[in-house]
């Protein structure tokens, strides 16, 4: 069983940062691609940014220079450091991982996993 476990979020002022954790843990062989997706009420789930296992990444336009996307691998940990956040930047962030598992000897498999969210709060 693989979980993932996100932490970092809060309110915070408009101009401020925060980072964003999220930690893979289980019966895990390799975690490939991750990523950070925010959704706010009503609307679809939206790509923040994205880093391979290799470190190439990948934002959305909206917050190109302003977020940076970086992992442990050693940790199986993603980050996503938020600066100078903005009042549209509100959302439940999710992360994100593609993840090759291990059921047992010999067998296993690869699956996308999401973490629970967490809620950011930009205030102007």
């Known amino acids: 069983q693989v979980q993932l476990v996100e932490s970092g979020g809060g309110l915070v002022q408009a101009g401020r940062s925060l980072r964003l954790s999220c930690a893979a843990s289980g019966r895990i062989r390799s975690v490939n691609a991750m990523g950070w997706y925010r959704q706010t009420p009503g609307d679809t789930r939206e790509l923040v940014a994205t880093i391979t296992s290799s470190g190439t990444t990948e934002y959305a336009d909206s917050v190109k220079g302003r977020f940076t996307i970086s992992r442990d691998n050693a940790k199986n940990t993603v980050y996503l450091q938020m600066n100078n956040l903005k009042p549209e930047d509100t959302a439940v962030y999710y992360c994100?991982?593609?993840?090759?598992?291990?059921?047992?000897?010999?067998?296993?498999?690869?699956?996308?996993?999401w973490g629970q969210g967490t809620q950011v709060t930009v205030s102007s």
């Open positions: 994100r991982a593609d993840i090759t598992y291990i059921r047992s000897i010999g067998v296993g498999g690869r699956s996308d996993y």
